[in-house]
């Protein structure tokens, strides 16, 4: 879905979340894009890495590790999945492994090629967390799409800790035992760049929105 007419909001209300933290998931192959790097991929005047860095900024997300080559000078935790391209369960082990998490509470956990990070991470903070929940993750269809979700740190420790090595593991094998809030995807506000079509919908929304 192209997210045409999300409304990005412009301060994500970080709610009663205390203890956020952030992982954005920047390493992909992106072998449909011919290993483009799409995080540095421009959309509305800015690059995707900024314009989720900027969202994560405005709900109070620190820290914030980046998982995948260092892209920028940002001021943000770089850390590396081992292996290299070994999938996003690995760069969320990778980055937990990182002290710079230790004390968080609840993390983002978001892709680097979101289209409109801001409406993802301000509808992700405004949803109900109580006691019974791990977390929060939006649903596309019947899809949950478990790299624009809230999670509890320890929760994510705890399901890691299930399994034998994270390289290579699909997100539904670590993800899919925790009891979580789903959000519908009314809008396509989840909508990430995989192919050059994406991009171009993607840009060409953009700039329907600055015309409007």
Known sequence: MSGAGVDPGTEPDPGSVTGLGAILLVGGRARRMDGAVKPLLSVGGAPLLTRALRALAHAGADPVVAVGPRLDESDVVWVRE??????????????????????????????????????????????????????????????????????????????????DAPEGVPCRALLGGLALHRILDEDGCTGDIDTPEDLDRARADAQMEEIS
Do not use: C, K, M, N
């Open 82 to 163: 081992d292996p290299p391209f070994g999938g996003p369960v690995a760069a969320i082990a990778a980055a937990l492994a990182h002290g710079a998490l230790a004390a968080t509470e609840w993390v983002l956990v978001l892709a680097g090629d979101l289209v409109h990070p801001e409406a993802v991470v301000r509808r992700l903070l405004a949803a109900p967390r109580t006691a019974e929940y791990d977390g929060v993750v939006f649903r596309a269809g019947e899809q949950p799409q478990w790299l624009a979700a809230l999670y509890r740190v320890g929760s994510l420790r705890a399901a890691l800790a299930e399994l």
